[in-house]
T-cell receptor, first 111, second 112 residues
Framework: NAGVTQTPKFRVLKTGQSMTLLCAQD?????MYWYRQDPGMGLRLIHY???????AKGEVPDGYNVSRLKKQNFLLGLESAAPSQTSVYFCASSDQRAPQHFGDGTRLSIL | ELKVEQNPLFLSMQEGKNYTIYCNYS?????LYWYRQDPGKSLESLFVLLSNGAVKQEGRLMASLDTKARLSTLHITAAVHDLSATYFC????????????FGTGTRLKVLA
């Protein structure tokens, strides 16, 4: 099983450009999450979903949008990228009370 | 609002020594997790703690949970170099949101 797959793995954007990060899981998990990881700040929750068709805001949602049209996929969008969004982005999925399974991360640089 | 504090942030220790990492959280929770992250890699699950007094052990690592004190500890026994990594605790929000709040992580370096 692939587990949680994130694409792309690396990306460089210019300020103002838009892009979508894709997260796919093959474990039939209900819950999916997007985090960003910055040095010295741990993981901060951007948005999450508790099932197909649902999304909710996390700790740092501004500047990001998400969609979960299919249970296995969770998309994170940046409409107008800013340098402050340079980070490593992790997607995770889980069942209730089970530990989260993480993808390998997307390293995003915004110039 | 759930807040999670982890300390120390950095820990440099000699092989063979023991040490403890602490994870404090601010509101009631019924689930706490410990993860390990190697440099440039993803996070992998170490322990799941779901009840007061829960204790889990794997090799040289032991995690415990005191829900009354809102405290979890990760104890390292006779550290070895392979344990060098960053360790995170994550606490489940019980306000019906199914989200998790992570601590800032403890970067552990075990010196030979």
């Amino acid at each position: 099983n692939a587990g949680v797959t994130q694409t792309p793995k690396f990306r460089v954007l210019k300020t103002g450009q838009s892009m979508t990060l894709l997260c796919a899981q093959d474990m039939n998990h209900e819950y999916m999450y997007w985090y960003r990881q910055d040095p010295g700040m741990g993981l901060r929750l951007i948005h999450y979903s508790v099932g197909e068709g649902t999304t909710a805001k996390g700790e740092v949602p501004d500047g990001y949008n998400v969609s979960r049209l299919k249970k296995q996929n969770f998309l994170l969008g940046l409409e107008s990228a800013a340098p402050s969004q340079t980070s490593v982005y992790f997607c995770a999925s889980s069942d209730q009370r089970a530990p989260q399974h993480f993808g390998d991360g997307t390293r995003l640089s915004i110039l | 609002e759930l807040k999670v504090e982890q300390n120390p942030l950095f820990l440099s220790m000699q092989e063979g020594k023991n040490y403890t990492i602490y994870c404090n959280y601010s509101t009631t929770s019924d689930r706490l997790y410990w993860y390990r992250q190697d440099p440039g890699k993803s996070l992998e699950s170490l322990f799941v703690l779901l009840s007061n007094g829960a204790v889990k052990q794997e090799g040289r690592l032991m995690a415990s949970l005191d829900t009354k004190a809102r405290l979890s500890t990760l104890h390292i026994t006779a550290a070895v170099h392979d344990l060098s990594a960053t360790y995170f605790c994550a606490v489940g929000d019980t306000s019906g949101t199914y989200k998790y709040i992570f601590g800032t992580g403890t970067r552990l370096k075990v010196l030979a």
